[in-house]
C-alpha cells in the first residue's frame, strides 16, 4: 500500500502543478430515472461523469484531476480487474487551439518520468481518410485498435466481414497504418506534394495543428518519447482530433 | 475541496502514528457477507442487480468488510486504517448524504484487556483535536452493561436487541416517545418500561457514574456480564486518565448504538458546537464479528470518523472567519498577450521543470488574463507581449499588490521564486 500511496501523490502533485482542481463524483450515474427510485450503474469511466458534471452545472471551463475507481464487468485477469483506480486529467473549455492538448502531453510525459517506469512510448495519430463512410468511423477505430494485439489480416477481415468494408477500402487503411516513425519525419511526409491527406480539409487542418503541437512539445523537450504511429485509433467512441495516449512498458 | 484534503492527511497521520497500515477493500461486497449484520438498518443497503453473477451490495462500513478480510486471509490480529466512501439508500438531508467518506481505525487481535480499547479512544481523543473543530463529547457505554440493565429491569433476552436499537433513539427523541415504542412495538410491560427509564437517565463523569453503579446494593452487582464490564471501565478510565483523555467522556447509559455486532465498549462523539450536523465519529469492541466468517474469532475493536460531517463543521468555521479556500495552488500565470500558442509552452517549460505550478493563457486582451488570474486567486503572473518578446525580457507582476518589474529571459524563473 506504500508504494500505491506514494506513486497516488507523486500523480497528484503533477496534476496539481498544472493548475488542476480535484473532482470528485458519485461511484454510480443514472441509468435512466424511474418512478419510486433511480436505477444506476457504476462508472465505468472518470470521463463521461465528467462531462455530465460539466453540462449539470453549466460550467463552459474547468481544468480537473480525478483519482477514483472504475467498475467494468470484465474476465479478471493479469492486469484486468473488476475494480480498479484510473487517475485521469482533462481541460475542458475553449482555447487556442493546441494549447491545452499540448499540456495534456506535458502531463503524460512528467507523469511517467516521475514514476519512473523506464522507457515508454506515446503513440500519435491521425484519423484516417481512406474512404470509410463518416458513420462507420468509430467502428473502424475500434477494429484498428486491435493491431496492437492482432496482425493486418485479421484485423482486414474484421473489417470486412464484420464492419462492412470494401476490401479496396480496408487496404488502403492498411497501407496507411504501418506508418510510424518520429513526429516531424512523418507529419513531412504527409504534407508533401501528393499526399492524399492534402486533399482532405480536416486533415489539412489536422496537420496543421500536429505542427503547431509538435514544435511547442519540441520546446517543452517532450517530443523524444512520441511515436507518430497512424494505427492508434483508440477504442471509445468520444475521442477524436488528434487522439494518442498510449504507454507500452 | 482543499478543506478535505487537509482533514484527511490530518486525519491519515494520527492514525499513522498509531502503527496502523492502510487497507483497500473493494466498494461492494458479497449480499451474504452483509446480510444480518446491521440489525434494522439493512433495509438501508443498496443491492447490486443480478446480472447472472454473485449477488453483490454496495458496502454499508467500513467495519463488516474489515471482519470480512480477516476471515477471508485467516488473520489473527491487524491494526489498520481505511478513509473511503460507504452508501445508504438513506433520505438525504442536511450532512446525510447516501455515499460519504467515513475514516476508519480498527484494531484486531488478543490483547491484554482495555489495552487496545483504551488506544482506539486515544486515537478518536487525538483526531478531534488535531481536527481543531471545537469542543465535542464522547459519549460512552458499555454493551455487557446495557444487557445487564435490560436483565435487571426484566426484559426477555430475546428482545434485547430490539429493544436497544429503540433505547438508542433517546439522543433524537424523548423517552415518553421512546416508551410508547417499547411497549406497544417491542410489547414491554409498562413496568420495565419505567425500570429502564430509570436507568438510562443515569449520565455524568466517568468516575462518578462507575463509582455508583458499583456502589453497595447496586443490582449491576448481581449480573456477572456487568461486573466484568465494570472491572474494565476501572481499568479503561485509569488509563485514559494518564493518557489526559478523560475530560471529554461522558459515562451515559442510554448510549446503545443501533448495530447488532457490539459486544464490549461503545461509544459516540458529538460536537458542542453551534452547527448541527449529529454525531461525528462512534465505534466500540466487536468481538464476535470476524467469528461469524470464518468460526474462529478475532476480538476486535475500532472507532469510524464521520467526515462529512467535520467538513461541514469546517466550512462553517471558514465562513465565519471569512477565509477564502482556493480551489487549486496554482501559483502563476504565464501570460502571453497574443495568439502564440509555441511562446507559452517556452515560457511555461521551465516553470513546470522547477516544480512551480503553473498555468498558460494566451489572450491578446490583459483584462482577461487579469480577470482569470484574480477569479482562480493566482498570485504571480508572467506577462508577454510583442515588446517583451522583440527586447528579450519578461514582466512579473503581483497581482494583490498591482505591483510589475521587468527582468531577462534568463532570469525569470530565478526571480520569481525568490518571490513565492
Not at chain 1, 136 to 146: A, E, L, N, Y
Not at chain 2, 252 to 258: E, M, N, W
Amino acid at each position: 500500500m506504500a508504494i500505491r500511496e506514494q506513486a497516488f501523490s507523486t500523480i497528484a502533485s503533477v496534476f496539481k502543478m498544472h493548475g488542476a482542481e480535484v473532482l470528485d463524483t458519485p461511484i454510480f450515474e443514472l441509468k435512466e430515472t424511474l418512478m419510486g427510485g433511480e436505477l444506476c450503474s457504476l462508472r465505468y469511466d472518470l470521463t463521461i461523469p465528467f462531462a455530465r458534471h460539466l453540462a449539470m452545472n453549466n460550467l463552459s471551463a474547468m481544468t480537473r484531476y480525478q483519482i477514483s475507481k472504475v467498475y467494468r464487468r470484465d474476465n479478471p485477469s493479469k492486469g484486468r480487474y473488476r475494480e480498479f483506480y484510473q487517475c485521469d486529467f482533462d481541460i475542458a473549455g475553449q482555447y487556442e487551439p493546441m494549447l491545452a492538448d499540448f499540456e495534456v502531453i506535458v502531463v503524460l510525459n512528467q507523469l511517467l518520468d516521475k514514476l519512473d517506469i523506464g522507457t515508454y512510448e506515446l503513440l500519435d495519430d491521425m484519423l484516417d481518410i481512406c474512404g470509410v463512410p463518416a458513420e462507420k468511423f468509430r467502428t473502424v477505430c475500434s477494429g484498428i485498435d486491435k493491431l496492437d494485439k492482432q496482425t493486418f489480416e485479421q484485423v482486414k477481415k474484421e473489417l470486412v466481414e464484420e464492419k462492412g468494408l470494401s476490401v479496396e477500402t480496408a487496404d488502403r487503411i492498411g497501407a496507411i497504418v504501418k506508418k510510424r516513425g518520429s513526429p516531424f519525419e512523418i507529419l513531412i511526409e504527409l504534407k508533401s506534394e501528393g499526399s492524399k491527406f492534402l486533399e482532405n480539409c480536416g486533415s489539412v487542418a489536422a496537420l496543421r495543428e500536429l505542427d503547431i503541437l509538435f514544435q511547442a512539445l519540441k520546446e517543452a523537450n517532450c517530443l523524444d518519447n512520441l511515436f507518430f504511429d497512424l494505427s492508434l485509433a483508440r477504442g471509445l467512441d468520444y475521442l477524436f482530433a488528434s487522439k494518442f495516449c498510449r504507454a507500452k512498458p | 475541496m482543499a478543506i478535505r484534503e487537509q482533514a484527511f492527511s490530518t486525519i491519515a497521520s494520527v492514525f499513522k502514528m498509531h502503527g496502523a497500515e492502510a487497507l483497500d477493500t473493494p466498494v461492494f461486497e458479497l449480499k451474504e457477507t452483509l446480510m444480518g449484520k446491521y440489525g434494522e438498518d439493512s433495509k438501508l443497503i443498496y443491492d447490486l442487480a443480478d446480472q447472472g453473477g454473485e449477488l453483490c451490495s454496495l458496502r454499508y462500513d467500513l467495519t463488516v468488510p474489515f471482519a470480512r478480510h480477516l476471515a477471508m486471509n485467516n488473520l489473527s490480529a491487524m491494526t489498520r486504517y481505511q478513509i473511503s466512501k460507504v452508501y445508504r439508500r438513506d433520505n438525504p438531508s442536511k450532512g446525510r448524504y447516501r455515499e460519504f467518506y467515513q475514516c476508519d481505525f480498527d484494531i484486531a487481535g488478543q490483547y491484554e484487556p482495555m489495552l487496545a480499547d483504551f488506544e482506539v479512544i486515544v486515537v478518536l481523543n487525538q483526531l478531534l483535536d488535531k481536527l481543531d473543530i471545537g469542543t465535542y463529547e464522547i459519549k460512552f457505554n458499555h454493551r455487557k452493561l446495557l444487557d445487564g440493565m435490560l436483565d435487571i429491569c426484566g426484559v426477555p433476552a430475546e428482545k434485547f436487541r430490539t429493544v436497544c436499537s429503540s433505547i438508542d433513539k433517546l439522543d433524537k427523541q424523548t423517552f415518553e416517545q421512546v416508551k410508547k415504542e417499547l411497549v406497544e412495538e417491542k410489547g414491554l410491560s409498562v413496568e420495565t418500561a419505567d425500570r429502564i427509564g430509570a436507568i438510562v437517565k443515569k449520565r455524568g463523569s466517568p468516575f462518578e457514574i462507575l463509582t455508583e453503579l458499583k456502589a453497595e446494593g447496586s443490582k449491576f452487582l448481581e449480573n456477572s456480564g456487568s461486573v466484568a464490564a465494570l472491572g474494565e471501565l476501572d481499568i479503561l478510565f485509569q488509563a485514559l486518565k494518564e493518557a489526559n483523555c478523560l475530560d471529554n467522556l461522558v459515562f451515559d447509559l442510554s448510549l446503545a448504538r443501533g448495530l447488532d455486532y457490539y459486544t464490549g465498549v461503545i461509544y459516540e462523539a458529538v460536537f458542542k458546537g453551534t452547527t448541527q450536523v449529529g454525531s461525528i465519529a462512534a465505534g466500540g469492541r466487536y468481538d464476535n464479528l470476524v467469528g461469524m466468517f470464518s468460526g474462529k474469532q478475532v476480538p476486535a475493536v475500532g472507532v469510524s470518523l464521520g467526515i462529512e460531517r467535520v467538513f461541514a463543521i469546517k466550512e462553517q468555521q471558514a465562513k465565519d472567519r471569512n477565509q477564502v479556500v482556493r480551489a487549486t495552488d496554482t501559483q502563476v500565470l504565464v501570460s502571453i498577450l497574443g495568439k502564440d500558442v509555441i511562446s507559452a509552452s517556452k515560457l511555461v517549460t521551465p516553470l513546470w521543470n522547477a516544480n512551480i505550478s503553473a498555468k498558460m493563457k494566451v489572450s491578446k486582451r490583459v483584462m482577461d488574463h487579469i480577470t482569470f488570474a484574480k477569479q482562480k486567486g493566482i498570485p504571480w503572473m508572467v506577462l508577454v507581449g510583442e515588446s517583451e518578446l522583440a527586447s528579450g525580457v519578461v514582466k512579473l507582476k503581483n497581482i494583490e499588490l498591482n505591483e510589475e518589474i521587468t527582468v531577462s529571459r534568463e532570469d525569470y524563473v530565478e526571480e520569481l521564486r525568490k518571490r513565492l
